[in-house]
C-alpha cells in the first residue's frame, strides 16, 4: 500500500535529463522511494494508532458473529425442545401416577362406604 504514489523511473529520467549521471541518478531514485515507504509506513502506523484502526468491526467479523449467534440461538431451541419433551413426558407420567392414586382412593372409600352401610344395615336389623 502506497499512500503517495511514487514513479521511480519517471524521477530518475528527470534526474538525467538535468545532467546527473545515470547510476548517480538511479541511487538517488532509490534512496528517495525507500524514504517515500518507510514515510508512508510511519504514517500509517500513526493513523492506526490515532483512529485505532485495528479495534474497528468490519461486515466480515459482523457476519461471523452473527453467524455464531444464530448457532447458539439454534442450540437453544434444541435444549428446549428436549426439555420441553422431558416436561411433556414428566406430566403424562404424573397423570397416569394421579389417576391410579385417585382409583385406589376412589376403591378405598367405596369400600368404606360400602362397609359403612353394611355396618348400618346390621345395626338396624339388630344383629350387631
Same mark, same amino acid.
Given at each position: 500500500?502506497?499512500?503517495?504514489?511514487?514513479?521511480?523511473?519517471?524521477?530518475?529520467?528527470?534526474?538525467?535529463?538535468?545532467?546527473?549521471?545515470?547510476?548517480?541518478?538511479?541511487?538517488?531514485?532509490?534512496?528517495?522511494?525507500?524514504?517515500?515507504?518507510?514515510?508512508?509506513?510511519?504514517?500509517?502506523?500513526?493513523?492506526? =494508532?490515532?483512529?485505532?484502526?485495528? %479495534? *474497528?468491526?468490519?461486515? $466480515?467479523?459482523?457476519?461471523? &458473529?452473527?453467524?455464531? !449467534?444464530?448457532?447458539?440461538?439454534?442450540?437453544?431451541?434444541?435444549?428446549?425442545?428436549?426439555? =420441553?419433551?422431558?416436561?411433556?413426558? %414428566? *406430566?403424562?407420567?404424573? $397423570?397416569?401416577?394421579?389417576? &391410579?392414586?385417585?382409583? !385406589?382412593?376412589?376403591?378405598?372409600?367405596?369400600?368404606?362406604?360400602?362397609?359403612?352401610?353394611?355396618?348400618?344395615?346390621?345395626?338396624?336389623?339388630?344383629?350387631?
Amino acid at each position: 500500500m502506497s499512500a503517495i504514489p511514487f514513479d521511480a523511473f519517471a524521477f530518475t529520467h528527470s534526474l538525467v535529463d538535468a545532467g546527473v549521471p545515470d547510476k548517480q541518478a538511479d541511487s538517488i531514485a532509490q534512496a528517495f522511494n525507500k524514504a517515500i515507504q518507510e514515510s508512508n509506513t510511519a504514517i500509517i502506523e500513526q493513523i492506526k =494508532r490515532d483512529y485505532r484502526l485495528d %479495534d *474497528i468491526t468490519t461486515n $466480515k467479523d459482523l457476519d461471523a &458473529r452473527i453467524k455464531e !449467534t444464530e448457532l447458539r440461538i439454534e442450540l437453544v431451541r434444541k435444549e428446549i425442545e428436549l426439555v =420441553r419433551a422431558d416436561l411433556k413426558r %414428566d *406430566i403424562s407420567d404424573a $397423570k397416569a401416577e394421579l389417576s &391410579r392414586t385417585m382409583l !385406589t382412593v376412589g376403591v378405598g372409600v367405596g369400600l368404606v362406604q360400602l362397609v359403612s352401610i353394611f355396618m348400618l344395615f346390621m345395626r338396624m336389623t339388630g344383629k350387631v
